[in-house]
């Protein structure tokens, strides 16, 4: 059974990067079938696709935040990261991994993991 | 890229069926057949229900059918039952890569 689990800061100040991993087990990051996904959602609020990356490295953001996000994958560790830049209170937000299955179709997720822009 | 439409609340009795609509444009929910639908309780990750508009991943019920019509995608559930009361999101693929997700629909059991 495929299972992802994020990890990062909690508390992040603003202006100040953020760094998370999401670490797979169960299987594979480096299948060329699937793609790799950060989802958030701000507290009470809806979901908002981050972008998807393939472990090839191809990559696809959201436009809106495409200027402040980047994303790698390790396939030795079989992790993949999202860097996002910049932050402010609007970032606040429960952040979680996916698998993407290339189209809509995230069929694992991550718990989430809340992230928290403060001073 | 704006956010696809949804209703804030559906709501019905047990037993009775809903629909949930997710309205978007041409440029995502009318041109591609990728519409996807996920349920997410309090404090959980969202879980997938429908894929490709219309297709149940092993383990769904089959209470739970999708369908598409011009910009709109439905999610329509049969037999609501008290475990469905959650909130519900659609997302559409958008072009290039891009996805976007719906507003949310808000579930109540009555």
């Known amino acids: 059974q495929l299972q992802l689990q994020e990890s990062g800061p909690g508390l992040v100040k603003p202006s100040e990067t953020l760094s998370l991993t999401c670490s797979v087990s169960?299987?594979?990051?480096?299948?060329?079938?699937?793609?790799w996904g950060w989802i958030r959602q701000p507290p009470g609020r809806g979901l908002e696709w981050i972008g998807s990356?393939?472990?090839?490295?191809?990559?696809y953001y959201n436009p809106s935040l495409k200027s402040r996000v980047t994303m790698s994958v390790d396939t030795s560790k079989n992790q993949f990261s999202l860097n996002l830049m910049s932050l402010t209170a609007a970032d606040t937000a429960v952040y979680y991994c996916?698998?993407?299955?290339?189209?809509?179709?995230?069929?694992?997720w991550g718990q989430g993991t809340l992230v928290t822009v403060s001073s | 890229q704006s956010a696809l439409t949804q209703p804030a609340s559906v709501s019905g009795s047990p037993g009775q069926s809903i629909t949930i609509s997710c309205t978007g444009t041409?440029?995502?929910?009318?041109?591609?057949?990728?519409v996807s639908w996920y349920q997410q309780h309090p404090g959980k990750a969202p879980k997938l229900m429908i894929y490709?508009?219309?297709n149940r991943p092993s383990g769904v019920s089959n209470r739970f059918s999708g369908s598409k019509s011009a910009n709109t995608a439905s999610l329509t559930i049969s037999g609501l039952q008290a475990e469905d009361e959650a909130d519900y999101y659609c997302?559409?693929?958008?072009?290039?890569?891009?996805?976007?997700f719906g507003t949310g629909t808000k579930v109540t059991v009555l």
């Open positions: 997302c559409s693929y958008a072009g290039s890569g891009k996805k976007v």
């Open positions: 490709d508009v219309s």
């Open positions: 990356i393939h472990y090839s490295g191809g990559s």
């Open positions: 041409s440029s995502d929910v009318g041109i591609y057949k990728y």
């Open positions: 169960g299987g594979s990051i480096s299948s060329s079938d699937y793609y």
């Open positions: 996916a698998r993407d299955m290339g189209t809509t179709r995230f069929d694992y």
